[in-house]
């Protein structure tokens, strides 16, 4: 007589390999190989720059992106601009362009505040120009030049003009938060983008070690030969970490992600042109 439990047994142990396969599979990459490719530094007296570029290369593709560690003399060096010079729901220009018009330093590209001209809380130097609904994280950046996150649980439709009077000067609202408390954040499951951990893309973020330090990441991808699929928002956060911020957020990406310096493009962005985009984040003299 046939042992009814062996089939069911030999189907459990097969099931346990597919699923330990399964595992092995989802696990994160890990790069064969990480080289810091070229460090540079610049000094305008009350702006100092340093700008790491690194290279990680992967059994089947390689990742580049750009570190800059930004030290100011004022918190006020940090500004935005619009494309057109206006709030509004349809200007778009190349990050380049809008820099030259504020003579900036160093430039990237923002949160496409008007993709969803509807939708978040926007402060742009001090002015609040929307305050609606959001599930998103928001990034709040006080006078002083401190860095808060406003996590979407947090966030309360039309309170804008309490931020104002506490001092906000800066808000975006893309997301999500990477950095909170010098640690990792958990990424939400659902999001704007995809928060997966085999999830690449080009990326753009800024972080902060303290008031007067500042960290930009700009990671290029679907660049053959150069950046082939960009970076996960898990190696985003490892990165900020290393660099001793206490909070960073993540800013549009994809073809929109763009490093100017000084009124050059240094990255290579994904497009075959520089794209076009709502709004920058730059850093002035």
Same mark, same amino acid.
Request: charged share 25%; with cysteine.
């Given at each position: 007589?046939?042992?009814?439990? !062996? ?11 597919? @699923?330990? +396969? @399964? ?7 890990? *790069? ?27 059994? !089947? ?9 930004? %030290?100011? =003399? ?28 504020? =003579? ?11 993709? !969803? ?11 609040? $120009? ?16 401190? %860095? ?8 309360? !439709? ?16 893309? +997301? *999500? ?10 990424? *939400? ?8 951990? =085999? ?40 990165? %900020? ?40 984040? $730059?850093?002035?003299?």
């Amino acid at each position: 007589m046939k042992n009814p439990a !062996k089939p069911l047994a030999l189907l459990l142990a097969a099931l346990l390999v597919c @699923a330990m +396969g @399964a595992c092995a599979l989802a696990a994160p990459a890990v *790069p064969k190989s990480i080289t810091l490719e070229e460090t540079t530094s610049h000094d305008w007296g009350t702006i100092r720059l340093q700008i790491d570029q690194w290279r990680h290369e992967f059994s !089947k593709h390689d990742l580049r992106y750009f570190v800059v560690n930004i %030290f100011v =003399d004022d918190p006020a060096q940090m500004q935005t601009a619009f494309a057109g010079e206006a709030y509004s729901k349809r200007s778009v220009e190349a990050t380049s362009d809008i820099a030259a018009r504020h =003579d900036a330093v160093l430039a990237i590209n923002g949160d496409y505040y008007n993709y !969803k001209d509807d939708y978040g809380m926007i402060i742009r130097n001090g002015v609040l $120009y929307r305050a609606a609904g959001s599930t998103r994280d928001h990034l709040l950046v006080y006078a002083d030049g401190t %860095f808060e996150g406003l996590p979407a649980a947090d966030y309360v !439709k039309g309170e804008g003009q309490k931020y104002i009077d506490a001092g906000v000067v800066q808000s975006f609202a893309f +997301g *999500p938060l990477l950095v909170s408390g010098g640690e990792a954040t958990q990424l *939400p499951e659902k999001y704007i983008i995809s928060t997966n951990d =085999d999830a690449r893309e080009p990326r753009t973020a800024i972080g902060q070690v303290d008031r007067n330090h500042y960290v930009v990441v700009v990671a290029d991808g679907r660049r053959s030969g150069w950046s082939e699929k960009g970076m996960t928002l898990q190696e985003l956060q490892q990165v %900020f970490i290393e660099q001793g911020c206490r909070i960073a957020y993540n800013l549009d990406g994809g073809g929109s992600s763009t490093l100017v310096l000084d009124g050059k493009k240094i990255n290579q962005s994904s497009g075959s042109r520089e794209r076009d985009v709502s709004d920058i984040v $730059y850093f002035a003299k």
